[in-house]
């Protein structure tokens, strides 16, 4: 065939009129897409590169080693508290499926990462499902899915360390796809599961779990009302089982603790004015507009929606509530305003909902300015996040001069550093804190008082602190200083959470000053 060709002058063919017509508009929203891209790849490549770091980018990974190390072992997670173990006020879900995980590999963050990788995309492909799922619209789903990956940076870059957050979000994303379109008895059993599972990763999954339960029971009040209590009686079930294993600890580390921990003044934490709003706010505004009604809609969607991001976002509040807590306790509600934000970019196309005819519809030209200024606001230097070689070699000089002690080294904040020049591991000062703010007195005299004993008797060749707080008058006391770990300012210091490093190097004093016992 050859092209037909108009006369001079002639008015072009109306296909013609209508592809002139949509070039630009075309041209701006693969821009849009193009920008999108950059957000997903830009986070995998820097969770590629940080796998690799045999270091912490968060000062509680290597913690969360030992705590694994202690599953593979076959040993008690929750004991009674002392200078050599300290647990975490975690559910141990995370502790079990890191020891499942590392097992080809032993124990290390490498395995660890790894998990949190995999539940990082499985994240994203649930959101992507999500809005595919209710819209048909595929290039929103996957803005959507580029708008989380852009928030990374934005909550601390959590999203593949060797910490529960990426396995609890996923769990309960997976829950809530299965009650959303999975009505069948195996998918309700299975979202049920996938809610108990998420309690046992992390105590916050509840606030996202009842919202999610009203639902299905809305949706489905005879069958939903007798899962709801089977939830219930498995949730009571696997604490009393947990509890009475561990000697009653479980409950003592997982709920007592955290209670008493909790911060009950909302205006004391920065999320609404300060984490939310000035990087996300056009995603906001424009998802919760996602929630009016339209013609036509499925039952249940808006009242899904309501409640399934109610609950993630009030999750998340929670929990910054808390005292120490990081951006990390963000990535919920950046995940709920990310899958409203993709509903409201199908609906701006003319997508029914539900509507598998418009997987190809295109997105309007103003829709596009307003992604791509909403992703605008959230570009950041991905290299931030990755540690540098210097940091490497850093960290391996370290390790070699614990290894060359002859004897015990003791490192309050960084017990995995102990552990990988083959040295005895000790309680993380987190952990450590916790029980000294929020412990029974018996258990913070006695912890106290261990960690005391044992310098007096100066039981440590080396103690390598980033700072003294509490062990002050106790270490000076015995030990003195013998300069810092490093000489330059920068390097090796964690990337996220609390930022931090070794600063300083203690060795016994000797003389006739020094609480000799050894």
């Known amino acids: 065939m050859t092209a037909t060709r108009l006369p001079a002058g002639a008015p072009p063919l109306p296909h013609r009129r209508w592809r002139a017509r949509l070039a630009p508009l075309a041209t701006l929203e693969t821009l849009t897409i193009a920008l999108g891209a950059w957000f997903v790849i830009a986070y995998l490549v820097a969770a590629l590169l940080r796998l690799r770091y045999p270091f912490e980018i968060e000062w509680m990974e290597g913690a969360i080693v030992d705590h694994v190390r202690r599953v593979m072992a076959g040993q008690k997670l929750y004991v009674q508290p002392s200078l050599r173990f300290v647990p975490f006020i975690y559910p141990p879900l995370y502790f079990y499926l890191g020891a499942l995980v590392s097992a080809p590999f032993g124990p290390g963050i490498f395995p660890l990462r790894l998990l949190s990788i995999a539940a990082s995309l499985g994240c994203f492909a649930l959101i992507f499902a999500f809005v595919r799922r209710e819209s048909g619209h595929s290039r929103s789903a996957f803005l959507a899915v580029a708008f989380f990956a852009a928030c990374y940076p934005l909550s601390g870059g959590w999203y593949d360390l060797a910490r529960v957050d990426a396995v609890l979000l996923c769990l309960l994303l997976g829950a809530g796809y299965l009650l959303r379109f999975h009505g069948t008895l195996t998918g309700s059993l299975t979202a049920a599961l996938l809610l108990v599972l998420a309690f046992f990763t992390k105590q916050s999954a509840i606030v996202v779990a009842i919202p999610l339960l009203g639902y299905a029971v809305v949706m489905a009040p005879r069958r939903w009302l007798f899962v709801s209590a089977g939830c219930l009686l498995t949730a009571a ?81 929670l929990s910054r509530l808390h005292a120490g807590a990081h951006e990390n306790v963000l990535i919920p509600a950046h995940a709920a305003i990310a899958m409203l934000f993709g509903l409201y970019l199908a609906r701006s196309s003319g997508v029914a909902s539900g509507a598998s005819a418009g997987t190809s519809a295109v997105l309007p030209a103003n829709v596009c300015v307003i992604v ?19 940091d490497v070699d850093m960290g391996r000089q370290l390790v070699a001069r614990i290894a060359s002690a002859p004897g015990e080294v003791w490192l309050p904040q960084h017990g995995y550093l102990a552990s990988l020049a083959g040295k005895q591991t000790y309680a993380h000062s987190m952990a450590v804190y916790d029980i000294i703010r929020a412990g029974d007195v018996q258990d913070r005299e006695q912890l106290v008082a261990e960690a005391r004993a044992m310098l007096a008797q100066q039981r440590f060749d080396l103690v390598i602190v ?29 990337r996220t959470g609390m930022r931090v490093r070794p600063q300083m190097v203690y060795k016994p004093r000797r003389g006739p000053n020094a609480e000799m016992g050894r």
């Open 237 to 317: 079930a696997g604490i009393w089982l947990l509890n009475r294993a561990h000697d009653g600890w479980y409950w003592y580390y997982v709920v007592v603790l955290p209670a008493r921990i909790q911060q009950t003044r909302a205006v004391a934490a920065p999320f609404w004015l300060h984490d939310l709003l000035p990087s996300v706010s056009i995603a906001c505004a424009l998802g919760l507009s996602a929630l009016l009604p339209q013609r036509d809609e499925q039952r249940g969607r808006a009242l899904f929606y309501i409640l399934m991001g109610g609950g993630l976002v009030t999750s998340a509040w």
């Open 372 to 390: 791509i200024v909403q992703l605008g606001m959230l570009i950041a230097d991905p290299r931030i996040e990755v540690p540098t070689a210097r």
């Open 466 to 494: 980033d700072r003294l707080g509490w062990l002050r008058e106790d270490l000076t006391r015995a030990y003195e200083p013998v300069g810092p770990v490093f000489t330059s300012p920068t390097g090796f210091w964690t």
